[in-house]
Nanobody, 118 residues
Framework: QVQLVESGGGLVQAGGSLRLSCEAS????????MGWFRQGPGKERERVST???????YYADSVKGRFTISRNDAQNTVYLQMNSLKPDDTAVYYC????????????WGQGTQVTVSS
């Protein structure tokens, strides 16, 4: 059984930084595509960043240049380094894993709250 557990969220002032972690069990993070999503208050869920099996990365335009996704295979953990945070980044951040090629995200974490104050 695959479990994804996020941590690292919290309250930070605008301009600050946070690093989110997503620790996986039951599957290696290198065996699938790993992604970070977020859902802000009153907003739809948004794909923030992904990292492929080969390490190729994707970033939403809204976070490009500020966020960095990385993976530590030895610790079976994916990270999201978030710098220059803005109030608009306030959301629940979710980690997800995609195992197949259909685009379906197969496993999700419980989410971690990030709140950026102005």
């Amino acid at each position: 059984q695959v479990q994804l557990v996020e941590s690292g969220g919290g309250l930070v002032q605008a301009g600050g930084s946070l690093r989110l972690s997503c620790e996986a069990s039951g599957r290696a993070v290198s065996s699938g595509v790993m992604g970070w999503f977020r859902q802000g208050p009153g907003k739809e869920r948004e794909r923030v960043s992904t990292i492929s099996r080969l390490g190729m990365t994707y970033y939403a335009d809204s976070v490009k240049g500020r966020f960095t996704i990385s993976r530590n295979d030895a610790q079976n953990t994916v990270y999201l380094q978030m710098n220059s945070l803005k109030p608009d980044d306030t959301a629940v951040y979710y980690c997800a894993m995609q195992m197949g090629v259909t685009g379906t995200w197969d496993y999700w974490g419980q989410g971690t709250q990030v709140t950026v104050s102005s």
